[in-house]
């Protein structure tokens, strides 16, 4: 079965703390793996698509990277407004499968100033 | 560029009783997948539609059903609804069916007492 899993469950930094987040999978035919922002009560905010071991990318303080079992998100020298849920996502399965994303329960990530 | 947009926001309703939630796709997508997410927990998918049709199912029962109109907006029904239904209902709209990002509107909060 299909399966996606964040650690830790919730994070606290002080601002300028660097550190990563992890997510697990274990899927059929990765096709792609997603990495979204959520604030709450609100709808996921996209942030990165990677889709093959190795694959890096960067948006100002987030880095996503790629291995065959896990991806991180890196995130340096954080500030408050990074406070937010991260979620991570995975789109898996062979030709003419639906683009459904199975997605972890979530890192909650707090930014103390 | 427009957004997706869902309506209506917030939504209060009674057991038994049933409700449409609606979504318009962002401009020159034609899928759209729809999510549930329950209080601390990732999206699950319910179902998607291209090209007005249902194109992949997740694990719900036949009482959540849908549409999508030749102008790509959807509509999500859920009948005879049960206390567990209550959660964030989120509707993402992509470009075709492959890998592609999915962007999602900022959902509806749908509350069964």
């Known amino acids: 079965e299909d399966q996606v899993t964040q650690s830790p469950e919730a994070l606290r930094l002080q601002e300028g703390e660097s550190s990563s987040l992890n997510c697990s999978y274990t899927?059929?035919?990765?096709?792609?793996l997603f990495w979204y922002r959520q604030d709450p009560g609100k709808g996921p905010e996209f942030l990165f698509t990677l889709y093959s071991a190795g694959e890096e990318k960067e948006k100002e303080r987030l880095k996503a990277t790629l291995t065959k079992k896990e991806s991180f998100l890196h995130i340096t020298a954080p500030k408050p407004e990074d406070s937010a849920t991260y979620l991570c996502a995975v789109q898996a399965g062979y030709g003419g499968a639906t683009n459904k994303l199975i997605f972890g329960t979530g890192t909650l990530l707090a930014v103390q100033p | 560029e427009t957004g997706v947009t869902q309506s209506p926001t917030h939504l209060i309703k009674t057991r038994g009783q049933q409700v449409t939630l609606r979504c318009s796709s962002q401009s020159g997508h034609n899928t759209v997948s729809w999510y549930q997410q329950a209080l601390g927990q990732g999206p699950q998918f319910i179902f998607q539609?291209?090209?007005?049709?249902?194109?992949g199912r997740g694990n719900f029962p036949p009482r959540f059903s849908g549409l999508q109109f030749p102008n790509y907006s959807s509509e999500l029904n859920v009948n005879a609804l049960e206390l567990d239904d209550s959660a964030l209902y989120l509707c993402a709209s992509s470009f075709y069916t492959g890998s592609y990002e999915q962007y999602f509107g900022p959902g509806t909060r749908l509350t069964v007492t």
């Open positions: 899927v059929s035919g990765l096709r792609g």
């Open positions: 539609y291209y090209r007005e049709e249902e194109n």
